[in-house]
């Protein structure tokens, strides 16, 4: 199957800054990239979804001012945490889907903030 | 709005025994896909398997099968000889054409030996 690459795995960051989180399709061309937030023990709780050269499609409820994602070319999208607090410490996953019929995983990043 | 629903949190079963994970799903779509993911301890999601909603063949992977029930709105995945790697959380997740992925709430299953 297609590899989608996600970095980094973990981060540590102190209140108030900001982390960014990046995902690449490593062997296909990504026409749309979704970003998820899990909490433990729970489902996946889609962000956004972006496609590349267009502005994201937030969900209801996500800030998209804190949650700042960029979709510049077709293999990578990042998601910048910015002004990090403790409740933004979560995993984060992003799929990448080149085609209709199905998305790819990269391995999720565990953010904490102290 | 399309929903997906894993009524069975948690499920536990033998190694080498059968198990059953359940799954219904709300739309209105006639095109879409249905898919089981699985999401071991390492948290990397992994694809099982998945259907067409146009084939009416259950879908098949080696220990893994499903029971496709269009009319009914059900997507059921069966475990055949579940092994101590088969433990996991289980997603039960919805594509309608053109759309996002929508997933259920999960089943947690755990092989004992």
């Known amino acids: 199957g297609a590899v989608v690459s996600q970095h980094p795995s973990w981060v540590i960051c102190k209140s108030g800054t900001s982390v960014k989180i990046e995902c690449r399709s490593l062997d296909f061309q990504a026409t749309t990239m979704f970003w998820y937030r899990q909490f433990p023990k729970q489902s996946l709780m889609l962000m956004a979804t972006?496609?590349?050269?267009?502005?994201?499609?937030?969900e209801q409820g996500v800030e998209k001012d804190k949650f700042l994602i960029n979709h510049a070319s077709l293999t990578l999208s990042t998601l910048t945490v910015t002004s990090a607090h403790p409740e933004d410490s979560s995993f984060y996953i992003c799929?990448?889907?080149?085609?209709?019929?199905?998305?790819?995983f990269g391995q999720g990043t565990r953010l904490t903030v102290v | 709005a399309q929903t997906v629903t894993q009524s069975q949190p948690e499920m536990s079963v033998q190694e080498a025994e059968t198990v059953t994970l359940s799954c219904t799903y709300d739309?209105?779509?006639?095109?879409?896909?249905l898919f089981w993911y699985k999401q071991p301890p390492s948290r990397q999601m992994i694809l099982v398997i998945r259907q067409e909603a146009y084939k009416q063949q259950n879908a098949t992977e080696n220990r893994f099968s499903v029971n496709f029930q269009k009319a009914a709105k059900s997507f059921s995945l069966k475990i055949s000889d579940s092994q101590l790697g088969d433990t996991a959380m289980y997603f039960c997740?919805?594509?309608?054409?053109?759309?996002?992925?929508?997933f259920g709430g999960g089943t947690r299953v755990l092989v004992k030996p």
């Open positions: 997740a919805f594509k309608a054409a053109g759309n996002k992925l929508t």
């Open positions: 972006s496609n590349e050269g267009s502005k994201a499609t937030y």
């Open positions: 739309t209105s779509e006639n095109n879409y896909y």
């Open positions: 799929s990448a889907a080149a085609g209709d019929t199905e998305a790819f």
